[in-house]
């Protein structure tokens, strides 16, 4: 069984504004290095609630999948199918929770799980994920304070 990531860091802000931000406000801290396309000007989309797609849009209109939303639980909990740059069929889980802490801060957890059903390639997937994550998650911090 290759492990799910595990990723867990505080952000300085309520649950409502770190899940806000992360859904409503991707398109504000997602690098474009980290899109399909690598444009910028490229909008994230996170359709709210369950089913919701996730997707990003480029300048051009052109609509690229990334996921779907499988739990819409406002503020604490996002969990969706991940399958950016791959396809559906290998699609991994990611749940987010979004935990109040005092002095206005949260505590997010992250798991992004699922690699078995890729069979070999699913550790390699793994790593680059945990490479990818390392690359956006500095920005969606530096975002959420504000």
């Not at 910028?40 to 609509?63: D, K, L, M, N, S």
Request: aromatic content about 10%; proline content about 8%; glycine content about 8%.
């Amino acid at each position: 069984m290759i492990e799910p990531l595990r990723i867990s860091f505080e952000v300085a802000c309520s649950p409502d504004h770190a899940f806000e931000t992360w859904t409503e406000r991707a398109t504000a801290w997602w690098p474009p290095e980290h899109t399909v396309s690598h444009q910028r000007g490229a909008e994230i989309v996170f359709e709210p609630g369950t089913g919701g797609r996730i997707y990003e849009r480029t300048p051009q209109g052109e609509e690229i999948e990334w996921g779907e939303i499988m739990r819409w639980d406002p503020p604490r909990v996002l969990s969706y199918r991940w399958h950016i740059a791959t396809d559906p069929a290998n699609a991994t889980q990611v749940e987010i929770v979004f935990r109040e802490l005092p002095d206005s801060k949260t505590r997010v957890d992250i798991e992004h799980g699922g690699w078995d059903r890729l069979g070999e390639m699913g550790q390699a997937w793994r790593d680059a994920n945990h490479a990818g994550w390392d690359g956006v998650l500095p920005s969606y911090s530096q975002a959420a304070r504000s």
